[in-house]
């Protein structure tokens, strides 16, 4: 289209200028023929131009259908293709379809011609049976209902057999069942229960400032000494002990009364008859006020209420009563709730069963001054001052000494056992400690080839040396699992006991 207008416009010009080239004056002629035919020379140069750029842009057009061509064939042939292979999937699924159809048919036949086989195989057997059901009848003599009865009867026997045997597994079970719950009661009884495991020892030493501090204890001519002793009941040991005296007594409130006194004499100075006597009246009074009140507090920690003065009194003077180092009060106090708690899970009173349980050692408190075991002393005093026939009973029988007439006395009875019971509750004392010592020691010695044996950390361990000319490596294997099992044949002990054997051999040479 640009080579088109470029020509219009050329034409123009050269006829412009063949006009101009008539109307010029003179020569001017032949310059306009020349222009002209340079002019066609130039517009015929342009017109091949034009013709070849034609041709271009149309071989270019060309290529490109040719190319759209070709993609739309390639197209075509990837659809043919895929119809194809969707063809022959569609094919092969028919087949198979087929197949499937071929072998349900089968099957079907089969199943018809076994259920009609089954079906003949029932007629046989009513019929096999109803022949022998005639042919017993006829051999027996006994009509069905004969029968019938004859059948139930051993039916009978057997179940009866069967049911005796069930029973008794039941039974098996159910005791099974019973310890089992028993054993989770008490744990779960003393996992709530989240008291102190051992209680303050009575003390028996006293401190002084110093040894002249002595002198004036004892007085002139041991007058000093003598008064106090008179009136606390008490004795008091002096001897080369530095910075202590040491008081001895049978009775706990006497020993704590001396050992307040003492120590008020003491911070004092004034030592003498006369002070001793009043400050051991002072101490004897507040001693009694203190009693009251730790028995007061313990009424009100295990919410019981309505008891008698005196019991008051003497359930606060087993704060100072200690048994294998285990407070007896804390130890009560322990029970009753334990008590209540089992009473609880049982079903039954918890407040009885607290109330049976802080009293179940009362006896302990008087123990000293009436003749008899706490249980009997503890139950009379419990039934002079008016409490209940479960609560006396429990005091009486609580260590299982006789015949058990109400649940609470066995509640009161385990809650005392779990209390004295329980890791750390109660500790030994030095000579049964020393007596369990020489035990393992004396136990591991008796086994040949032992030269020594020592036992440490508290029992818990046990070192064997042997000879180790006479015993190998083996035989001292063997030798620790024999103490081993001996320990657990013959001893009763909490814990484990690690048995540790020691072989080594030492040689010694001199140089010279």
């Not at 842009?57 to 075509?76: A, V």
């Not at 001052?385 to 007439?405: F, T, Y």
Request: aromatic share 4%.
């Amino acid at each position: 289209m640009d080579y088109f207008w470029f020509t219009i416009g050329f034409l123009v010009a050269a006829v412009a200028g063949v006009a101009w080239t008539l109307l010029a004056p003179g020569g001017a002629r032949n310059r306009s023929k020349a222009i002209l035919d340079d002019a066609d020379r130039q517009s015929k140069n342009m017109l091949k131009e034009a013709d070849v750029t034609i041709r271009q842009m149309e071989l270019e057009k060309q290529k490109e259908l040719e190319k759209e061509l070709k993609h739309s064939r390639d197209e075509l042939h990837q659809r043919e293709r895929k119809l194809d292979k969707l063809d022959s999937t569609l094919e092969q699924k028919s087949i198979d379809l087929n197949k499937q159809e071929a072998i349900v048919a089968a099957s079907q036949s089969r199943l018809k011609i076994k259920l009609e086989q089954i079906a003949q195989h029932e007629n046989d057997i009513i019929e096999v049976l109803e022949k022998q059901r005639k042919k017993l009848h006829e051999v027996t003599g006994l009509s069905k209902e004969d029968a019938s009865t004859r059948l139930l009867k051993l039916l009978e026997d057997e179940l009866a057999d069967e049911v005796g045997g069930r029973i008794l597994r039941h039974e098996k079970q159910m005791e099974e069942i019973c310890q089992q719950k028993s054993r989770d009661i008490l744990t779960m009884t003393m996992q709530r229960l989240a008291s102190d495991h051992t209680a303050n020892l009575t003390t028996s030493t006293i401190d002084i400032p110093n040894d002249e501090m002595k002198g004036r204890i004892i007085g002139r001519e041991g007058r000093n000494i003598r008064a106090f002793e008179q009136e606390t009941g008490i004795d008091v040991i002096i001897d080369d002990t530095p910075g202590v005296v040491i008081i001895s007594g049978f009775d706990p409130v006497r020993r704590e009364v001396a050992k307040l006194s003492l120590e008020k004499l003491i911070g004092d100075g004034r030592i003498h008859p006369t002070r001793i006597e009043e400050v051991t009246r002072e101490t004897q009074a507040e001693i009694d006020q203190i009693i009251l009140q730790k028995g007061r507090e313990a009424l009100e920690e295990v919410n019981i209420h309505g008891i008698n003065d005196r019991i008051i009194e003497m359930l606060g003077r087993l704060h100072y009563r200690t048994s294998y180092s285990q407070n007896v009060l804390r130890h009560s106090i322990e029970v009753a709730f334990l008590s209540g708690m089992l009473a609880e899970m049982m079903g039954l009173d918890a407040d009885l069963a607290r109330r049976a349980g802080l009293l179940h050692d009362i006896g302990k408190a008087a123990d000293h001054e009436i003749e008899g075991g706490h249980p009997k002393v503890g139950a009379d005093m419990l039934k002079r001052a008016g409490e209940s026939p479960e609560v006396v009973h429990a005091a009486l029988g609580h260590h299982d000494q006789i015949l058990v007439e109400h649940p609470y006395t066995v509640i009161v009875a385990t809650a005392d056992a779990c209390s004295a019971s329980r890791p750390g509750a109660r500790r030994e004392s030095l000579d049964r400690y020393v007596k369990r010592m020489e035990e393992l020691e004396s136990l591991a010695i008796e086994f040949n080839g032992v030269r020594r044996a020592y036992a440490v950390q508290a029992g818990r361990e046990v070192r064997v040396v042997v000879a180790s000319k006479d015993v190998s490596d083996e035989k001292a294997a063997k030798i620790c699992r024999d103490i081993a099992h001996a320990y657990q044949e013959q001893l009763s002990f909490p814990g484990e006991i690690k048995v540790v054997v020691i072989r080594e051999s030492r040689f010694t040479e001199l140089a010279k």
